[in-house]
T-cell receptor
Framework: DTGVSQDPRHKITKRGQNVTFRCDPI?????LYWYRQTLGQGPEFLTY????????KSRLLSDRFSAERPKGSFSTLEIQRTEQGDSAMYLC????????????FGPGTRLTVT | AQKVTQAQTEISVVEKEDVTLDCVYE???????LFWYKQPPSGELVFLIR??????QNEISGRYSWNFQKSTSSFNFTITASQVVDSAVYFC?????????????FGAGTQVVVTP
């Protein structure tokens, strides 16, 4: 399978715990995005990587959130001290070079904070 | 600021009926991209089409067709002869490639329910 993969697919955690999600983009893609989607809404942009450089972060990404993309390959999104409001689907997307800006999404990680 | 509006929350049709999904966008940019994505119950967003702001030709792909009208800032999507497998949430999205790194601004989505 050469699509975008995300792990885990589901995560249930207690409030206050830390969680980490992983995204493996399509191998030749240099752009990687994280989005968050809550029930009944469209995905909202969180952050963007061009290779290993994090170039933009949304104001939605509070200090409890951190993302990395070491060596420009896979990416991780960590949420510290989770809150119930963090419950959402976290989506990763990747895109290739050039100017088409198409993004291909992974299956998402559904986070439930109890 | 960019904004995408999908005014239809849910559309229910019987199989073989046509269904049109509306998308209206706002942007001050002259160069931009518009997209449609499908999100079936499994949850994974599936890319359907990209259209750039300089190309107003309508496009047809199988049972899918898209009508881009810059004058009304609309990018509507029609499914012809709908099938049960078309049941999903459909999202329209806007991207400004010049200063926002291609990030997508999504609408709220339209749930399409196709019954046999």
């Amino acid at each position: 399978d050469t699509g975008v993969s995300q792990d885990p697919r589901h995560k249930i955690t207690k409030r206050g715990q830390n969680v980490t999600f992983r995204c493996d983009p399509i191998s030749e893609h240099n752009r990687l995005y994280w989005y968050r989607q809550t029930l009944g809404q469209g995905p909202e942009f969180l952050t963007y990587f061009q290779n290993e450089a994090q170039l933009e972060k949304s104001r939605l990404l509070s200090d409890r959130f951190s993302a990395e993309r070491p060596k420009g390959s896979f990416s991780t999104l960590e949420i510290q001290r989770t809150e119930q409001g963090d419950s959402a689907m976290y989506l990763c997307a990747s895109g290739g070079g050039g100017r088409t800006y198409e993004q291909y999404f992974g299956p998402g990680t559904r986070l439930t904070v109890t | 600021a960019q904004k995408v509006t999908q005014a239809q929350t849910e559309i229910s049709v019987v199989e073989k009926e046509d269904v049109t999904l509306d998308c209206v966008y706002e942007t001050r940019d002259t160069t931009y991209y518009l997209f449609w994505y499908k999100q079936p119950p499994s949850g994974e967003l599936v890319f359907l089409i990209r259209r750039n702001s300089f190309d107003e030709q309508n496009e047809i792909s199988g049972r899918y067709s898209w009508n881009f009208q810059k004058s009304t800032s609309s990018f509507n999507f029609t499914i012809t002869a709908s099938q049960v497998v078309d049941s999903a949430v459909y999202f329209c999205a806007l991207s400004d490639p010049t200063d926002s790194w291609g990030k997508l601004q999504f609408g709220a989505g339209t749930q399409v329910v196709v019954t046999p």
